[in-house]
């Protein structure tokens, strides 16, 4: 890696040069043929794994690139780096105390600071597990616990239809979802309607999923009004807030997350703007009766003895559905001790800071096209080539435009020069989905990247 030394703040630094490529791109074909992939019955000499391990390097893609933007996760937090070096050699795993004292007491402090940043007064319950989806697993499987724990004995067959609400920006055909308006917020009167309509037809809710800081929009549901809704049908309020729940350690953002500490879980990944390092995931729960254990305990006789010789509620293996579990929550305990919470915030308020700079230049430049204002660090833009400008708005432009976005893409990536997001959304053309995350990322990045994309765009 070639370290260009501090910039600004002497706890930042480039992980990766500007004048490197984001990534050197090769097709699969190509890159079967360079790496040699086949295992082989005698091993190599060291000289030609060091080869191998440049290799792996060499072709990778540098997210860590001050001008990589196309994912939820930027950026090499060097704190928390250390710490993951630290977890693969210390190779442990988190479940009981005996075999993890230091990290299983690093996980409780770490998950109590969530709690008390959510603004759960009186605590709450948690556990770190391998990502959002498996998070918000966990927060299924608690509603449906507390709806009916019996179930996990006797099974599901006697169960009624049970619902559960969550956006249609999120929406799976097996679960109702609620209307969204323009920005991708869910609307609480039409969650209230679905509800009711659901009870009409004798099915069962028993949970909503809200959404903070949504995968492409970056839109925050209104969490205060969805909550009184649920505490008035008693339903279980969980909130995705992988992506959002930064914000929290932000006086100017925590906003966005009004009404949080009404909810009874809350999914939060500090591998996503707090730039922890992959992976690390947190699953937090308003419940102090042990229900994430109740719900989730095996008692697996091997691992979980009642008798051991130390106080075993610090064995927290059997909250969780995985049995090896990693220490992932070093990997933000270490970077939160270096940093403090103040630097966090500074992070956090830097990166919409930067947000809203790219929002005003998108603004300016002809060409450039927001489909609507971010409300985080999502930027949802068209670029429209000087060709099809003066195409008045109408399927032959929609059908042209839609083509822009993926060749810009291919063009980047063969060039190495960034990478940026596209997608559809409903019946939207493609368009470019940037986030921005990193402290390492200037102004002039951001400058770069459009003046990049007007290049790469042209016919
Ligand atoms: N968990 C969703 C992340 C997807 C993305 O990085 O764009």
Not at 279 to 294: E, I, P
Request: net charge neutral; with cysteine.
């Amino acid at each position: 890696l070639e370290l260009d030394g501090p910039v600004g703040n002497k706890k930042d630094f480039k992980a990766f040069s500007r004048r490197m490529a984001v990534c050197e791109w090769r097709s699969p074909e190509q890159l079967k043929e360079l790496l040699d992939l086949e295992l082989k019955d005698e091993g190599e000499s060291e000289s030609k794994i060091l080869q191998r391990c440049r290799e792996a390097i060499r072709y990778s893609v540098k997210t860590s690139h001050p001008r990589f933007f196309n994912q939820l996760f930027a950026g090499l937090e060097p704190y928390s780096t250390v710490a993951s070096f630290i977890i693969e050699s210390i190779k442990t795993s988190l479940y009981t105390y005996e075999v993890a004292p230091v990290f299983t007491l690093m996980e409780n402090a770490v998950l109590r600071k969530m709690i008390e940043t959510i603004g759960w007064e009186e605590g709450g319950d948690g556990i770190f597990n391998p990502g959002g989806s498996m998070s918000n697993m966990y927060a299924m499987n608690l509603a449906r616990y507390r709806y009916c724990p019996d179930w996990k004995e006797v099974g599901l067959y006697s169960a009624p239809r049970l619902v559960v609400f969550t956006s249609q920006e999120v929406g799976l055909h097996s679960s109702p979802s609620y209307s969204v308006n323009e920005g991708g917020k869910m609307i609480p009167s039409a969650l209230e309607e679905r509800i009711q309509l659901a009870k009409r037809e004798g099915a069962v809710p028993f949970m909503v999923n809200a959404t903070a800081g949504t995968t492409v929009f970056g839109a925050f549901d209104p969490i205060e009004e969805i909550a009184s809704v649920c505490e008035k049908h008693n339903l279980w309020l969980h909130v995705d807030a992988c992506w959002g729940g930064a914000a929290l350690m932000s006086k100017k953002h925590k906003h966005l997350l009004k009404g949080i500490h009404r909810v009874h879980s809350v999914s939060w990944n500090p591998h996503k703007m707090l730039m922890a390092s992959l992976q690390c995931s947190a699953f937090l729960v308003r419940d102090k009766t042990s229900l994430l254990q109740r719900c989730h305990s095996a008692r697996a006789s091997y691992l979980f003895q009642q008798d051991k010789f130390y106080d075993v509620s610090y064995d927290t293996g059997d909250k969780s559905v995985q049995c090896s579990r990693k220490p992932d929550a070093f990997k933000l305990w270490l970077m939160w001790k270096a940093l403090g919470s103040r630097e966090l915030e500074q992070r956090v308020d830097r990166a919409l800071a930067m947000a809203r700079y790219l929002t005003q230049e998108i603004k300016k430049r002809d060409g450039f096209q927001l489909l609507m204002e971010p409300e985080f660090a999502n930027m949802c833009f068209w670029y429209i080539p000087p060709s099809l400008r003066k195409l008045p708005e109408g399927p032959e432009l929609w059908t042209k435009l839609h083509a822009v976005a993926p060749v810009i893409k291919e063009r980047m990536m063969k060039t190495g020069s960034m990478m940026i997001g596209y997608q559809t959304h409903g019946d939207k053309p493609n368009f470019f989905r940037m986030v921005v995350i990193s402290p390492q990322v200037s102004r002039q990045d951001l400058d770069f990247v459009l003046e990049e994309i007007h290049h790469l765009g042209q016919d």
